[in-house]
């Protein structure tokens, strides 16, 4: 199965850099790593791709690591180890922002640990909170992440570098909402350009 995957890659490796197997990343853009120097800051809270900038719900998903702890220690030991690696390994990086990516594109190893503590959050909460409520907020998050998408798709906000947050926040509550047919054909337009 690996094999599969991986020789079509290592085929196009060869044939786009003339070797089997690189790190794209480097070889197209100068990847440097400085492990004692790391952007642990910027990966969290900058406009430029920062994790819970562009994915505010994360800030849930990380509180409920307590509760996740108090019901599988070994398996939150494990999630969280691989967090704080990847973290460490992104921050590392003159590329932590992921250049052009939406969102924290980096971070894609750790989804299971940002919603199993999403769920621990939730289901803790839920003992407070009814279900509706819960329900509505996780709706505001989707359609916050649906319409910061839009915004990017139609460069509304900058593919890669800082954004400005003002800007970004007076799109999503009033820019997009005021445009939503023009920006549903913009989209349908380039899907069928594609």
């Not at 492990?35 to 990380?62: A, K, M, N, Q, T």
Request: charge should be positive; hydrophobic fraction near 55%; aromatic fraction near 14%.
């Amino acid at each position: 199965g690996v094999a599969a995957l991986i020789l079509p890659l290592m085929l196009f490796w060869r044939i786009v850099y003339g070797q089997w197997i690189i790190n794209t990343y480097a070889a197209a853009s100068g990847l440097v790593f400085d492990p004692f120097h790391p952007h642990l800051r910027e990966v969290l809270f900058s406009s430029d791709r920062g994790l819970l900038i562009w994915s505010p719900v994360l800030v849930f998903s990380l509180a409920g690591t307590l509760p996740l702890w108090r019901r599988d220690r070994g398996l939150t030991a494990l999630l969280v180890t691989n967090f704080v690696l990847t973290y460490w390994l992104v921050a590392s990086s003159n590329m932590w922002s992921g250049l052009v990516a939406f969102g924290a594109r980096h971070f894609v190893a750790c989804a299971s640990y940002f919603a199993l503590g999403l769920a621990a959050f939730a289901d803790r909460l839920g003992r407070r909170v009814k279900l509706p409520w819960l329900a509505a907020a996780g709706a505001a998050f989707i359609v916050w992440n649906f319409l910061l998408i839009i915004q990017y798709a139609l460069e509304w906000v900058p593919r890669g570098g800082e954004v400005d947050l003002a800007t970004m926040i007076v799109n999503q509550f009033r820019v997009v909402p005021e445009n939503l047919t023009r920006i549903f054909q913009a989209l349908l337009n380039r899907l069928n350009e594609s």
